[in-house]
């Protein structure tokens, strides 16, 4: 059986850019490349590329796509991710950039999957209004909070896994060395475990102090971790700290979820969009 391509979208005449005309631009982001399509304000495709997901690349995706018209708008997916570093790039230049949502895989399969194919998506769905959310900036405490929360979270997990693997070890450890350790609470089992002589004890006592000096490493950039996330959380909200119940950490999660631009959260319906709490579906008849 002969199994035919995609077909490709094909390409309009190469034509003169006229810089008084609106473009709009649409995005499909990914982890290398991006690529680039750009559409009339009557929604004519002009042309797309792909770019290099580099500073010279985003630099080169931008004179392109300025070379067809005045840019004022850009639809862009995965802002979050891997469209993250091009919006900032773009909004620097002050180009007003909206988040578009992938096509589901029903829409994909009924016109095709190609990446021109969603970067033109992308930019119809800024142009028909489809398309209406503000990213987050991602540039300022919120963004720090984020990746600090991020290594927070796994150095937590590992240390809860070494810690449950050095208590498995010592089931398995001599009767006495076992009947000293049991009872004693985690800090001080780690403690007294960092600092055996495992020196013709086995190899049972060496994986422990092994593991008990892997908790105590882990413990430590948990410490540094929480500390920079409490300097990043006073430098922007301080007044949060001051709640009762509102700690650090989760001063940190409202901020991150509410992002650098929180006054991309216009009304109570997005704010309840936000927290996932949308009365979708409800009777409007009966109230909040």
């Keep these: 059986m002969t199994v035919t391509s995609m077909p490709q979208p094909t390409l309009p005449a190469q034509r003169v850019p006229d810089p008084v005309e609106e473009v709009v631009l649409g995005v499909d982001t990914h982890k290398d490349v991006h690529v680039a399509a750009v559409i009339t304000t009557l929604g004519a495709l002009l042309a797309h590329q792909e770019f290099p997901t580099t500073a010279t690349g985003y630099r080169q995706l931008l004179v392109w796509a300025r070379s067809f018209g005045t840019l004022h708008r850009a639809g862009v997916e995965c802002t979050g991710s891997y469209g993250t570093a091009l919006t900032r790039s773009l909004r620097r230049e002050g180009i007003e950039v909206v988040e578009v949502n992938q096509p589901d895989r029903a829409t994909r399969r009924k016109r095709g999957k190609t990446d021109a194919v969603d970067a033109d998506a992308a930019a119809r769905a800024l142009l028909s209004g489809r398309a209406t959310t503000v990213p987050k900036t991602a540039d300022g405490p919120a963004a720090d909070m984020r990746v600090l929360r991020l290594a927070k979270e796994s150095a937590v997990k590992a240390r809860t896994q070494a810690l449950n693997q050095l208590k498995a070890v010592l089931l398995a450890i001599d009767p006495d060395l076992r009947e000293l350790l049991t009872g004693l609470s985690n800090p001080a089992l780690v403690a007294t475990c960092a600092t055996l002589d495992s020196h013709d004890r086995g190899e049972a006592v060496f994986t422990m102090r092994l593991l008990a000096r892997r908790i105590q490493h882990l413990s430590g950039e948990v410490k540094e971790l929480t500390r920079r996330t409490t300097r990043a959380v006073r430098s922007c909200r301080p007044q ?19 992002g650098d631009n929180p006054d991309r959260i216009t009304d109570e319906a997005s704010f309840a969009a936000l927290c996932g709490v949308s009365p979708v579906g409800l009777d409007p008849r009966l109230g909040s």
Aim: glycine share 10%; aromatic share 0%.
């Design 240 to 258: 949060m700290l001051d709640l009762v119940g509102v700690g650090p950490d989760s001063a940190a999660v409202l901020l991150i979820t509410a």
